[in-house]
């Protein structure tokens, strides 16, 4: 019987480390899935929080190309601010009549080098205008005065004083012209 109450001592034991050992397993395996579920958790944040600082570099670029493209156009703004005075004075030296007692090849060079202002002008998008028998449109032209003639219908460029300029996106100066009546 003492062998018997061993064995039956035995199982006892082992039923009580199994139930105690699935006990811990349950513990264990309960502990786990809270931690793995804290994990998940916190993996969504940081998943968030990522994607909220992608969003905010993304804007932030763009602002700053769109900041950029600006201070760029102000800049050339400036640039051409001070250049059209300089191309007004050609245009004047080119309107008098001593301009064409000049000498012609003298002449020509300056020609050229006006032309090379405007070239740069037009690599800024810069675009002159203003011609004789232009149709006076308002937005572009500022009339200084009117005139009747038989040479143009009402409402036509007779003689530009000052040239306009503009840029693909705005006027940056009427040109001052006298119109027909």
């Known amino acids: 019987m003492n062998k018997k109450t ?3 001592q035995d199982d006892i034991i082992f ?3 199994e139930t105690t050992s699935f006990s ?3 513990k264990k395996l309960k502990k786990i899935k809270k931690e793995l579920a804290e994990c998940k ?3 969504a944040e940081y998943l968030d929080s990522l994607q909220r600082l992608k969003a905010d570099f993304v804007n932030s670029k763009k602002d700053f190309s769109e900041r950029l493209a600006k201070v760029k156009q102000q800049e050339a703004d400036k640039l051409v601010a001070e250049l059209i005075p300089v191309a007004d004075s050609f245009d004047m030296a080119f309107s008098g009549d001593a301009w064409e007692k000049v000498d ?3 002449r020509q060079g300056i020609e050229y080098i006006h032309s090379q202002l ?3 002008l037009n690599d800024y998008g810069i675009e002159q205008f203003g011609k004789e028998g232009d149709k006076f ?3 572009f032209y500022e009339a200084t005065k009117e005139e009747v003639t038989d040479k143009y219908g009402p409402g036509t460029v007779l003689k530009v004083l000052q040239k ?3 840029s693909k996106d705005s006027l940056i100066r009427p040109a001052r012209v006298i119109v027909t009546k």
């Open 164 to 166: 306009g300029y503009k």
């Open 24 to 26: 811990t397993c349950e």
């Open 15 to 17: 039923e009580e480390e």
């Open 137 to 139: 449109d308002p937005e």
């Open 118 to 120: 405007i070239s740069v």
């Open 6 to 8: 061993k064995k039956q």
């Open 104 to 106: 012609g090849v003298w």
């Open 41 to 43: 958790k916190e993996k």
